[in-house]
């Protein structure tokens, strides 16, 4: 059989090519076998277009191997690979465009938006864990970072991979630690800067909305930018939320802050589900002492001024900020401050809210 292969090669190697060359040296033969006295195999053209013109080779090769001795039967099929598809194209950014009725993607019960006065007051870790604290729960959680300017997210849950796009319209989100994730911050290297005016923040925070597969969720918690801007505004305005929370520390500075986005809240007609007091204390480790280092009761005289509640009181926790920095959210163990976020989603599932 070798020496029949061999011989094959050596008549095809004398059928030469135009533009040079012969359909051995320029590797155009595919699947050669030989069974008995029947020979086979495929020629390979570059491409469609000039498959259709190499019909008169491929009867040229199939004669030249049936002189030869011993060969009773040849089969020779002309093939072509077709070039591979384009990949698709995924834009995320540009201007919004106009759209009939709200932008709460389709399969979602409930988006709640998850806001802060100011940057640094632990609003990101708070949306982590409270949605892995709800995935926990058997609920079905999403997440959208909407932090285009400084996107923490895939940090949070250790996820680096870009999200699939098969048709360039469609997004298809990521899922870590039982939470549907997405975050420009999947779509750019990690420092690589989104200098982007107001109009392409509404465009991204549209495709991130109503592009992205979502598919069915018991809710949808969008961790906001800080501050009172266009995100904010946009996502009051044309998105119908089920409520906002908003997270801060209890020092006078940040709750300066965290007023106006109160005030942003209500001015937006979105209602406000409760504040978080985050960095409420730090207890230390080895005697147990408790220290109110950014001040003390400011979230819960601004709760009490408003009716609001005060929906958990977290201290500052070295595995919280381990367990974010290595994309292991601290909601997925077991200790105090797992259990902290566990009671945290157990309100919103009692309240109904989720």
């Given amino acids: 059989m070798a020496g029949t292969i061999e011989a094959v090669k050596a008549e095809l190697a004398r059928l030469e090519l135009p533009g040079g060359g012969d ?45 030869l001795p011993g060969v009773r039967a040849v089969s ?17 950014g540009g201007h919004a465009k106009p759209q ?19 940057g640094g007051v632990g609003k990101s870790t708070v949306s982590s864990n409270l949605a892995v604290a709800l995935a926990r729960a058997g609920k079905k959680v999403g997440l959208l970072d909407a932090d285009i300017h400084g996107p923490s997210q895939p940090r949070m849950f250790g996820i680096s991979k870009r999200p699939a796009s098969p048709d360039g319209k469609t997004i298809i989100p990521l899922k870590a630690h039982g939470v549907t994730l997405m975050s420009i911050g999947f779509m750019l290297p990690e420092d690589k800067a989104v200098v982007w005016r107001g109009p392409m923040l509404m465009g991204a925070l549209q495709q991130m909305m109503m592009q992205v597969d979502w598919g069915e969720l018991d809710v949808l918690l969008i961790d906001l930018p800080p501050g009172t801007g266009d995100v904010q505004l946009s996502l009051g305005q044309k998105s119908e939320l089920a409520g906002a929370i908003v997270v801060s520390t209890p020092q ?8 106006k986005a109160l005030d942003a809240f209500q001015t937006l007609n979105v ?33 009490e001024r408003l009716g609001l509640p005060v929906l958990a009181q977290l201290p500052i926790d070295l595995e919280t900020r381990i367990g974010g920095d290595a994309g292991t959210p601290v909601a997925l163990g077991d200790g105090v401050m797992a259990q902290a976020y566990a009671m945290l989603a157990d309100r919103f599932i009692k309240g109904g809210i989720v």
């Fill in 23 to 67: 359909l051995i040296s320029r590797d155009m033969i595919r699947a050669l076998s030989v069974d008995g006295d029947a020979v086979r195999f495929v020629i390979e053209a570059p491409s469609p277009e000039m498959a259709r013109q190499m019909e008169p080779l491929r009867a040229a090769a199939e004669r030249a191997v049936a002189s």
């Fill in 76 to 92: 020779v099929a002309l093939t072509a690979h077709a070039p591979a598809p384009k990949a698709p194209s995924l834009k995320i």
């Fill in 100 to 118: 009939e009725g709200k932008m709460n993607p389709p399969g979602v019960k409930a988006v709640i938006a998850i806001g802060s006065g100011k």
């Fill in 252 to 259: 006078d500075v940040a709750m300066i802050d965290a007023k």
């Fill in 271 to 303: 209602p406000v589900l409760g504040l978080i007091e985050n960095m409420s204390l730090y207890i230390c480790p080895d005697c147990g002492h408790e220290a109110h280092l950014f001040g003390h009761g400011g979230v819960a005289a601004e709760a």
